[in-house]
């Protein structure tokens, strides 16, 4: 969910050496089309390959990212990780944040907390782990740095 950390918490994991992909740029999504509108979806070609590279390597690797066809991936990854937070901090850290414009209209604001009472409860059946991330920073990058280790 967006305001929840996940862009620092790779900028930080890729500053200690580890691999991170956000899915959200650098061509891993696509928008397909669906019966209400466009859908974003992973590319599952770019995903496969990449997974398939981290298989082959054994190097650890974080992913971000929310699409609906992640699923289809979960049998690859050693772990599925929602890093959540409350609305309210999410709301507040987007609001603050310079490096992304998603969330400063009314529209995006309300469609988070939409997002947050829908979708979340689904995050929260598939993930394997779930770290609140309105703790101290470094708390929850050692929390994902040990499950690398």
């Known amino acids: 969910m967006s305001g929840t950390g996940k862009s620092t918490a790779l900028k930080l994991l890729s500053e200690q050496g580890y691999r991170v992909?956000?899915?959200?740029?650098?061509?891993?999504i696509e928008e397909v089309p669906v019966p209400?509108?466009?859908?974003?979806?992973w590319?599952?070609?770019?995903?496969d390959a990449l997974l398939t590279e981290h298989e082959r390597s054994g190097e650890p690797l974080f992913i971000a990212g929310t699409v609906w066809n992640q699923h289809k991936f979960y049998s690859r990854f050693d772990h599925v990780v929602l890093l959540s937070a409350p609305v309210e901090v999410m709301l507040e850290r987007i609001a603050a944040?310079?490096?992304?414009?998603?969330?400063k209209?009314?529209?995006?604001?309300e469609r988070i907390v939409a997002d947050t009472i829908e979708v979340v409860p689904l995050l929260?059946?598939?993930?394997?782990?779930?770290i609140d991330t309105s703790r101290p920073l470094p708390d929850v990058i050692a929390q994902l740095a040990?499950?690398?280790d």
Do not use: K, S, Y
């Open 146 to 148: 040990a499950l690398a």
């Open 43 to 47: 590319r599952e070609d770019r995903i």
């Open 105 to 109: 209209t009314i529209e995006e604001r």
């Open 21 to 28: 992909v956000d899915t959200d740029v650098g061509g891993w």
């Open 36 to 41: 209400a509108g466009l859908e974003r979806q």
């Open 97 to 103: 944040r310079e490096t992304n414009p998603f969330g």
């Open 124 to 130: 929260r059946d598939a993930a394997t782990l779930e």
